[in-house]
């Protein structure tokens, strides 16, 4: 197991407030983990370093680049992906998702039935879950940006 600089190993550390294991919380730490092999120490470290430069357009999460990935990522979380949208808005005072997203947020698709909200929230999941995870273990992840300011949604000048 890889193991930052406190020697804690990324690993799942949420309890679900809904009162069951978060699968997306996992599959997002299983990822870091696979990422970090590489690196002898500090790894998690360096692996957030290159995620936080880009996020999850800049296609380091292979698994979230191509629409049937895409799609199948975010039916297999959608529940998980939900309840941090919700938290997110919730924090934020979001009511609408186009306030969160902009101009990336497709107003005639609410329900995220297509392909590029479903994007836009799978995207925000994983990205989301990480920037929660390395809170937790004391890894800046104050440099990531909230969503309302997210690389998934907003343009570079605001």
Partial sequence: ??????????????????????????????????????????????????????????????????????????????????????????????TLLSDMFGEEWDQADPLAMGYQNQKVLSWFGFEEMARVLMSLHSIRADSWPTHDRALIGEKANE
């Avoid at 949420?14 to 990822?31: F, P």
């Fill in 1 to 94: 197991m890889v193991k930052n600089e406190y020697g804690k190993p990324l690993r799942k550390l949420i309890l679900s407030e809904r009162g069951k294991e978060d699968k997306l919380e996992r599959y997002v730490c299983a990822w870091f983990n696979s990422q970090a092999r590489p690196y002898p120490e500090g790894g998690i470290e360096k692996v957030w370093e290159n995620f936080s430069q880009g996020g999850c357009r800049s296609g380091i999460v292979s698994t979230l680049t191509s629409p049937p990935d895409i799609a199948k990522f975010y039916k297999r979380f959608k529940n998980e992906i939900n309840y941090l949208l919700v938290c997110e808005m919730s924090d934020q005072q979001i």
